[in-house]
């Protein structure tokens, strides 16, 4: 369901043309990508576009008012901005030009882009953090011609094509009107000037891939997908702008003692089942090396041991996460005739007292028994 055009752009019905314009205007200027970082900026503002190609033309407009969106896509007057081309094309065709003035895509320093590497480390390292190598290829300004793209000792000279003003004009014709479209010279690549000789070492362009290692900390109680970026260690920028960010992304190996459950570590422990029922003593491996922990009497499958403060640190914050020990009651398989006996020895003295945990009794039971 499209959305009433009078609605999206805010004016009564019965607003006038004047009224329409400085409306849609002040909407532009509010919805711009360089002033609006709302990830639906610009299809609101497609949107907006739309919506004033229809109100501002008069013919448009009376269909709308009595037939609806229906009505101008049955009689081929849909308005086109959807497929009209990018943001700054509408832009330029409505005020002519880049109201914000900035040289957007035109020549001048761009920001290199970020690079993301991953690397692998295990669970301790996670757990005490760690200082690991990454390679990586980026971007670096050519140190054979500094970036500025010609052999050292040759001529640089005025773009032909643009004649040194780095950018192209095309006129075309549009809902708008007519639309000067500015592009970047393709010869130049905006700069106004080109080599006679290209540099050797990158082939004109003043940037080539290089190997590059780093050496990159990698905070306590990181988690596995979590990125550590380092400002200004991605692309180098074209044309003297900054260089991007690298990305490292954490992964953490799977480690067969432990299971991470945020903070918290999960291990899992097997006992005897005579043992759980006599009460015993086991190990257990933790971060911090092997601990022991007492397996009280009738101990049941499944029950929980915590050991306070044995889990993983956590990021910014200074108390270290639990571990749970899962006690796993194994039950003996494959009794040889001795242990049978043995066993069924032992089966034969079983009371209902053993099989069952002493009831506490309620508050709802001594009531009872008040009664009685
Ligand atoms: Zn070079
Ligand atoms: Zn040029």
């Known amino acids: 369901m ?9 004016v009564e019905r019965g607003a006038d043309e004047r009224q329409i314009k400085k409306r849609f205007r002040v909407l532009a200027r509010e919805l711009h990508p ?27 407009r009376q269909i709308y008012d009595r037939y609806g969106w229906e009505g101008l896509d049955s009689r081929g007057k849909a308005p086109h901005a959807q497929g009209f081309g990018s943001f700054s094309d509408i832009f330029d ?86 639309m000067v479209r500015a592009q970047v010279c393709d010869q130049c690549g905006g700069d106004g000037k080109v080599a006679t000789t290209p540099c050797k070492e990158c082939r004109g362009q003043g940037r080539k891939a290089t190997r590059r290692t780093l050496e990159v900390d990698i905070p306590a109680g ?51 089942a005579p043992d759980a029922a006599l009460g015993a003593t086991v190990v257990v491996p933790t971060l911090d090396g092997e601990q022991e922990i007492d397996v009280a009497a009738g101990t049941q499958p499944g029950t929980i041991v915590t050991l306070r403060g044995h889990g993983m640190p956590q990021i910014g914050r200074g108390r270290r996460g639990d571990q749970r020990v899962v006690l796993n009651v194994v039950i003996p398989r494959n009794l040889d005739e001795r242990q049978r006996e043995l066993l069924s020895e032992f089966a034969g003295t079983i009371t209902e007292d053993n099989l069952h945990e002493p009831r506490r009794e309620s508050i709802v039971d001594k009531v009872r028994r008040a009664l009685r």
């Open 2 to 10: 499209r959305r009433d055009a009078y609605e999206v752009l805010g």
């Open 34 to 60: 360089d002033v609006n970082s709302e990830s639906d900026a610009e299809e609101r503002f497609k949107e907006a576009a739309e919506c004033y190609e229809v109100l501002s033309d008069v013919e448009r």
């Open 93 to 178: 065709a409505f005020f002519g030009g880049d109201p914000f003035g900035g040289g957007r895509g035109g020549p001048g320093p761009m920001q290199g882009g970020d690079v993301g590497v991953e690397t692998e480390i295990t669970l301790e390292q996670a757990a005490a953090g760690a200082t690991v190598e990454v390679a990586f290829d980026a971007v670096e300004t050519c140190d054979h011609c500094h970036g500025n793209r010609a052999e050292p000792g040759t001529p640089i000279e005025t773009c032909p094509r643009c004649e040194g003003s780095g950018q192209l004009r095309a006129v075309s014709q549009t809902a708008f009107g007519q």
């Open 222 to 272: 990181i988690a596995d997908g979590q990125r550590v970026r380092l400002t200004g260690s991605g692309h180098a920028g074209d044309r003297g702008g900054p260089p991007g960010d690298l990305y490292v992304i954490v992964v953490v190996s799977e480690d067969e003692r432990f299971v991470r459950d945020g903070a918290d570590l999960v291990s899992v422990v097997d006992v005897a």
